[in-house]
């Protein structure tokens, strides 16, 4: 699964959607946004089982910095509202902190939200507006968390740190 941001979109983006593409591997559907020229960021769309996917952004080992959750909580509290209330579990859209493979050195981090899919249709024909909507706002916060790291860093290894969410 690829990471956050990369400089490849890995597919086309057409005149209807100039901003937003989709891209279908093996197990996945990427969708592609276009952050800036050179920049995208993925979102991961997969299936969890016959009636539930799930809309994944994969952040790699970034969030292996939170190992004193009692004493970086709160300065992360202070310097990344958004990101806390993910991390807490009291984001008001749903978005949670998740890990996603069959193993431990096999798993990518990251987060992601829940969301409702066909059990009789291939992954690529479940995307729906209500699909793309909630990818979409996964990708705004994402870019919004991203930003609060950048301008803001609790620690000074989180900002220097974020080379880790991009494509190798």
Known sequence: MRRMLSTKSGATFNLEAPNMTFAVRKDVIEIVYKVKPGVFQIVNLSR???????????????????????????????????????????????VQEMDFGSSEEECDHGFGIEVKISGQLPLPLCITPEIVNKAGMLHVKMLKVYNEIVTDAPFPAWKTGLDEVWEP
Do not use: T
Request: include cysteine; aromatic fraction near 10%.
């Open 48 to 94: 969890i089982d016959a009636g539930r996917g799930m809309l994944f952004v994969n952040w790699g080992n970034y969030f292996r910095r939170l190992s004193n959750e009692k004493a970086q909580m709160p300065k992360l509290m202070k310097h990344c509202p958004i990101l806390y209330d993910i991390l807490v579990g009291e984001d008001r859209d749903g």
